[in-house]
């Protein structure tokens, strides 16, 4: 089974570029982020057209995360417990009933610029209910995986020019031992299991030739529980796809597991 990140950017500015990755990768389960549309626009008929069963946590013209899957999905959840108050659409969650059940956690994690501030004050305090909620989900035993744009570069080899992030709230310490502590819970981070060293990103910003000069970043992750980990057969990042017609400044990033 194939499982797959990607922040999109905008379901309309994509709406070409989406099916044309989904129709080329074939994977069975996506997570998108960004998709900048509330629940009702969002052009679910397209996809499932293209036999996906489609979940949404929608939010107007800001980000919004969505689940796609061509198995059913059940006991779908939306928005991170823990604050009540929090009505930005960032998480979303479901089992997905493939032959051997997944429940997956589509996330997109704050920015956090411009730090210090609220709004770092503010992604440090969602990584925390992230933290409590994976804590609970290990608690069950059941396999599970978080996927998405998680904006932190985890270590100076995920920076094409780490020197230029150092006072960035994707690379602060503070931001980089909050991600640490949910791997030290017990989860995996799919990429690194099987691929080491330097030179392989998920972004590009738009500005500067950011893509042309390949300098890029390492943001966008999935995470395995163990019992998720113990499927884990092969891992990629789509890079093809930054070059193509309007593409997002991120690419995808998949995981295959055993069925």
């Known amino acids: 089974m194939k499982i797959a990140t990607f922040n999109i950017n905008g379901i309309k500015a994509r709406i070409e570029a989406l099916p044309r990755w989904l129709e080329e990768a074939q994977p069975d389960v996506v997570c998108l982020q960004e998709i900048k549309s509330v ?34 999905l059940e006991d779908v959840t939306r928005g991170l417990p823990g604050d009540a108050a929090d009505e930005q659409a960032r998480w979303i969650e479901a089992v997905v009933l493939s032959p051997r059940p997944i429940r997956v956690c589509g996330l997109y994690l704050p920015n956090g610029n411009p730090a210090p501030g609220p709004k770092y004050d503010y992604k440090l305090a969602w990584m925390a209910r992230m933290e409590a909620r994976v804590r609970a989900l290990l608690a069950t035993e059941e396999p599970f995986l978080c996927a998405g744009d998680y904006n932190i570069i985890p270590q100076a080899e995920d920076a094409a020019r780490p020197e230029a992030w150092t006072e960035d709230a994707l690379f602060l310490p503070a931001s980089r031992a909050a991600f640490r502590r949910m791997l030290h819970l ?3 981070e799919a990429f690194r299991a099987r691929v080491q060293g330097g030179g392989h990103y998920s972004f ?6 950011a893509w042309e000069r390949n300098n890029g970043i390492r943001i966008d992750h999935l995470l ?36």
């Open 39 to 72: 629940d009702e626009a969002f052009p679910r008929e397209i996809f499932e057209d293209m036999g996906y069963h489609v979940e949404t946590h929608g939010q107007k013209s800001f980000n919004g995360v969505a689940i796609l899957s061509k198995f059913p």
């Open 186 to 188: 017990g989860l995996t």
């Open 204 to 209: 590009w910003d738009y500005q500067a030739g």
């Open 224 to 259: 395995l529980s163990p019992q998720a980990a113990d499927r884990l057969l092969d891992v990629g990042i789509d890079k093809a796809t930054r070059a193509g017609d309007k593409p997002s400044d991120h690419v995808p990033v998949w995981a295959m597991l055993s069925d």
